[in-house]
């Protein structure tokens, strides 16, 4: 894990300070937290690319080698999210990678994560949550392997109880409102959804 | 005529903007002028509205004018405009202009967007270069027209200047909720960078004519001002202590044992704030200002003692040298004022006792009324799979063994929530679980039975020992209930364990379950050895903290008439038999090591506190040392050459015990805030034990636990860890309080020593130092007549609150109703 700030005294300077004003302004991160998610983003660059972090792009194999996302089975959908690579291969810049750290940071408010999160989770990114979504999203939840799957029946059931539960208007799909109305009430959304560092 | 404005159109864009800034004013000076530059008036033809002046003579530019301003949808027109009467119309053409163009770069996407933002919503990739010469024209034009109201000398109205400030108004607040918004940065740095500009120079621009300088002024210190708050902000974040290390054990074990961990660190905060008010108002002053040692009897160790007194064994066990210094209440002297400050010190000492217990009561409440809050309220049991769904993942994990773990514990969640929807249909089960959970209860109640008869047995045992002389029997006989009653503490909760495997409940509501049963052991004890001490009053138990004091106090109270007897006799003695009459005889110097003390129980009993505060950490350090340390190496090292599996089998690695953790540290708060008042270095020895402690565990929990099988959230146990906590501080604050109020203090020794009650200090503070209106005042208000209205008020008041809370959630149900009843109309 990267130490603490002792090591960023040589990226502080690699970074424009007005840069890192305008960032400090437009993310939920602090000062020293940019600085060592610059440090981070530019261990993941191969050697010759580290003195030009700000513009270069980290290919998405290597953001999964990171530790906040390495174990979490969304990892693909957050890359896709986050990144605004052109050619479609979800590739990060520095921006993205800042984007995705503020979402993820505690002090980051509902809205946003709860935006984030229902975009993450619409896989196949129509703007709303229906059965195929919730079906991939229950399948990434219980694990890798598909032994750990739930049955089909299981499968139906849940998602007969969680649209009961969770569809307002009855139209058969979670639509963004819906969603946040439902995840506000939980105490442990604003909880779980951070990541470290 | 025509003809040559048709052909100056082309020209007149590329010209525009060398001939902005040179003004029409010069052109408009003089008729010559006018006539002679009728061409390059053509080319800002659209800008002239005031050509009244020049009558008919334009009357066929004007028409070739509004011909070009229908063609100047496109660029020139509203760029060229110069006149600041113009630039409001230019506005509303330029927004026009970029709603246009925001139509077709709109590619269908977000929601909610204002107009404001709309037209600040450009893409500088795709129109960069358009971008840029409009944002210069825009500067230009604004720049020309400073420059025209200067020239022109014309003022901008008041209707302009409003609204230019309502518009930086809301770029400001616009910039202040970017980061909100949840677009790519590119986007949130090209609005941010727009909005900047324009707020810039609109800024400069509002602050012309009058009170120019003093605008700039309040801008330039807002902008201090934020700058400010934000670096105090992240110096805030900064200091938060041990955040990395917790982040780090919360990826590994999960939410569960870092709330744990979270406490601890908020205990420590309210401890540091206990430390800095009874070391900065108590210790301290008397420190300072007060008598050194060695010059009143109840500041020097007594002479029989002297010989022993620097002792580490002594010092260890809070006598000696430790016992007749700040640290304990019997040092402090009854003066009313000490050194030249006139510092209050029996006063002081007084209300930082109390200050310390409203203290805390306040920081708990608020504390439980946040997570309260945070709860949401409302119909809480509404959106069970759908929580499960969407907030289940701890997305704190970053270790693939906790991930499996919880990956198999979300599947073995949603599996059983299924079932237990279906079962909920069922009858039969209900029964059988019922039963079961009813035997369960029965055998914990059997267990807190039997451990309350063992002690009544043992203490009833080692009373008939010391009635017989303790000399006679071994180590077992003489420590028989501490013994008992340690292992009970020890193997208690394990019984408890298991009976609750019975229950098969959701690990978290076990856990309460847990925690309750443990507590109700403890307090069961502890009214079990009261009851069995009724009778006697000698005995020494050392953890058993308000039976203590009484003990202590009760035995005191005969000491002191004997003292009192012999103290008198010792003075007639120091006269050689004549007792003088009057007080103007010369005192005799006696040494004061020398002088027979007053029993002083208040010192007493915070040593006990004390002596009970570090022996706890002792043995709490050492069963982690033993227990989880010892435990891994033996697993680790010794599973090369065993015969089963020590790593999946018994004992394998220990587990964190949240709940015997989270215990401890609730009843070691208890005993402080009980002991804080007679000894007042305890909060320091806790700030100590505590910071210790956090990284002891820290250490412990990284090298030598395991995650838990069944990884569960923490954030609804908070609240139940700050009631425990509360009934724990309010059954803390109860003997203090009534030592203050009904029992007179040592006459020897302690700040209040000579008055009968403690709280006398109080009226005699408004005697001395108020003036005597606000003592009459003081006494009215504490009149009962007043005080109970005032409660009944109270009470009222939550009742109210309580009624209006219930009906929001009623109106919210029925709005619910409505909604899906109007969706299904549709």
């Avoid at chain 2, 630039?87 to 927004?95: G, I, P, T, V």
């Avoid at chain 2, 010190?345 to 809050?373: D, W």
């Avoid at chain 2, 514990?409 to 279906?422: C, L, P």
Wanted: hydrophobic share 35%; glycine share 8%.
């Amino acid at each position: 894990r990267a130490p603490g700030s002792g090591a960023m005294g040589g990226s502080a300077s690699l970074i424009p300070r007005e840069t890192l004003g305008e960032y400090q302004e437009l993310t939920f991160l602090s000062k020293q937290e940019i600085l060592l998610a610059y440090k981070r983003f530019s261990e993941l660059l191969p050697k010759e690319e580290r003195e030009n972090a700000c513009s270069a792009r980290v290919p998405k194999s290597h953001i999964l080698t990171l530790p906040e996302l390495r174990a979490n089975p969304f990892q693909h959908r957050i890359c896709r999210v986050f990144s605004t690579s052109e050619t479609g291969d979800d590739s990060m810049s520095f921006e993205d990678f800042l984007d995705m750290l503020s979402v993820f940071s505690d002090s980051a408010t509902f809205d946003i994560k709860s935006h984030y999160a229902f975009r993450i989770f619409d896989f196949d990114e129509d703007g709303i949550l229906d059965r195929k979504d919730l079906e991939q999203l229950v399948n990434c939840l219980t694990g890798q392997g598909e032994e750990s799957w739930l049955s089909s029946a299981e499968m139906e059931q849940l998602i007969e109880n969680i649209l009961e539960e969770s569809d307002i208007d009855k139209d058969g799909t979670i639509n963004l409102s819906e969603f946040q109305h439902v995840v506000s009430r939980s105490p442990d959304f604003a909880r779980c959804s951070g990541l470290q560092g | 005529d025509g003809s040559d404005v048709d052909n100056e159109e082309g020209s007149a864009a590329e010209n525009e903007e060398n001939v902005k800034g040179t003004g029409k004013g010069t052109k408009r000076a003089t008729p010559r002028t006018r006539r002679g530059h009728a061409r390059g008036r053509d080319r800002h033809g659209d800008e002239e509205d005031e050509d009244d002046e020049d009558g008919t003579r334009r009357a066929g530019h004007r028409r070739h004018r509004s011909r070009r301003r229908g063609r100047g949808a496109g660029k020139e027109a509203s760029d060229s405009d110069m006149e600041p009467s113009k630039s409001r119309k230019n506005q509303a053409n330029q927004k026009s202009k970029e709603d246009d163009e925001e139509e077709e770069d709109e590619k269908g996407g977000k929601n909610g967007k204002g107009k404001n933002e709309k037209k600040a919503d450009k893409k500088p990739d795709k129109k960069g270069k358009k971008e840029k010469a409009n944002k210069k024209k825009k500067d230009k034009k604004k720049s020309g027209s400073g420059s025209d109201s200067d020239s022109e000398e014309e003022p901008i109205t008041e209707e302009e200047l409003a609204k230019l400030k309502e518009e930086v108004e809301e770029k400001k607040k616009l910039i202040a909720t970017l980061r909100n918004k949840p677009w790519k940065m590119k986007k949130k740095l090209s609005v941010l960078k727009e909005a900047q500009l324009f707020v810039d120079k609109f800024e400069g621009a509002l602050g012309k004519g009058k009170g120019k300088k003093f605008y700039a002024y309040k801008v330039m210190m807002m902008k201090k001002w934020m700058k400010f708050q934000r670096d105090f902000e992240n110096f805030k974040t900064a200091c938060i202590p041990w955040e990395m290390k917790i982040k780090e054990i919360e990826s590994h074990f999960g939410s569960s044992v870092a709330s744990y961990f979270i406490f601890l660190r908020w205990m420590y905060g309210i401890n540091m704030i206990l430390f800095g008010l009874t070391f900065g108002l108590v210790m301290v002053p008397e420190a300072l200002m007060g008598k050194p040692y060695g010059s009143l009897p109840r500041k020097t160790v007594p002479r029989a003692e002297e010989a022993t007194a620097m002792n580490f064994a002594t010092l260890w066990d809070f006598s000696g040298f430790a016992q007749y210094s700040v640290l304990f209440y019997g040092y402090y002297n009854n003066q009313r004022t000490i050194g030249w400050l006139k510092f209050r010190m029996p006063l002081s000492y007084f209300l930082v006792g109390v200050g310390t217990i409203g203290y805390s009561f306040m920081i708990v409440i608020r504390t439980m009324a946040k997570n309260a809050n945070d709860d949401g309220g409302g119909d809480d049991t509404s959106f069970n799979f759908s929580w499960k769904m969407f907030t289940s993942w701890d997305y704190l994990i970053g270790n693939p063994e906790t991930a499996d773990n919880k990956f198999a514990s979300i599947t073995t969640s949603f599996k059983e929530a299924i079932v237990e929807e279906q079962e909920s249909r069922k009858e039969e089960n209900i029964h059988l679980t019922r039963f079961l959970r009813v035997l369960a209860n029965f055998l914990a109640l059997c267990t807190l039975a039997g451990s309350g008869y063992l002690i009544f047995f043992v203490v009833r045992r080692s009373q008939k020992f010391a009635l017989e002389g303790l000399e006679n029997y071994g180590w077992w006989e003489r420590n028989e209930v501490n013994m008992v009653m340690s292992l009970l503490g020890m193997f208690c909760p394990t019984l408890f364990d298991v009976i609750s495997s019975l229950e098969n409940y959701h690990p978290r509501i076990a856990l309460r379950w847990q925690l309750g049963r443990i507590f109700a052991l403890f307090l069961g004890n502890l009214y079990t050895f009261i009851i069995a001490l009724m009778d006697e009053i000698n005995l020494k138990a050392r953890y058993l903290f308000p039976f203590t004091m009484f003990d202590i106090y009760l035995g005191n109270l005969e000491e002191e008439k004997i003292v009192k007897y012999n103290m008198t006799i010792w003075e007639a003695s120091l006269y050689n038999g004549t007792i003088p009459e009057n007080s103007t005889a010369p005192p005799i110097q006696v040494d004061p090591a020398d002088v027979p003390r007053g029993p002083c129980w208040e010192t007493m009993v915070g040593q006990e506190f004390v002596r009970l505060t570090v022996s706890d950490t002792m043995t709490t350090y050492i069963t982690i040392l033993i227990g989880d340390f010892l435990r891994a190496v033996f697993v680790r090292f010794f599973n090369y050459c065993w015969c089963w599996d020590l790593e999946y089998g018994f004992p394998s690695y220990s587990e964190f015990d949240i709940s015997g953790n989270v215990l401890g540290l609730i009843f070691n708060q208890g005993m402080i805030w009980m002991g804080s008042f007679y000894a007042p270095c305890l909060p320091a020895i806790n700030v100590f034990r505590l910071h210790t402690s956090m990284y002891l565990q820290c250490w412990a929990v990284m090298c030598c636990n395991v995650p838990q099988e069944r990884v569960f959230k923490a954030s609804r146990s908070n609240n139940f860890y700050m009631a425990m906590l509360l009934f724990i501080l309010f059954l803390s604050t109860l003997p203090a309080v009534y030592t203050i109020v009904s029992i007179p203090p040592s006459f020897d020794c302690g700040p209040f020593s000579g008055k009968t009650r403690m709280f006398e200090v109080i009226s005699e503070t408004l005697e001395h130092d108020f003036p005597s209106w606000f003592g009459k005042v003081f006494g009215y208000a504490s009149n009962p007549g007043l005080i109970l209205p005032f409660i009944l008020l109270m009470v009222l008041s939550i009742y109210y609150l309580n009624a209006t809370s219930k009906s929001y959630k009623e109106a919210n149900l029925e709005l619910k109703k409505k909604l899906q009843s109007v969706r299904t109309e549709n």
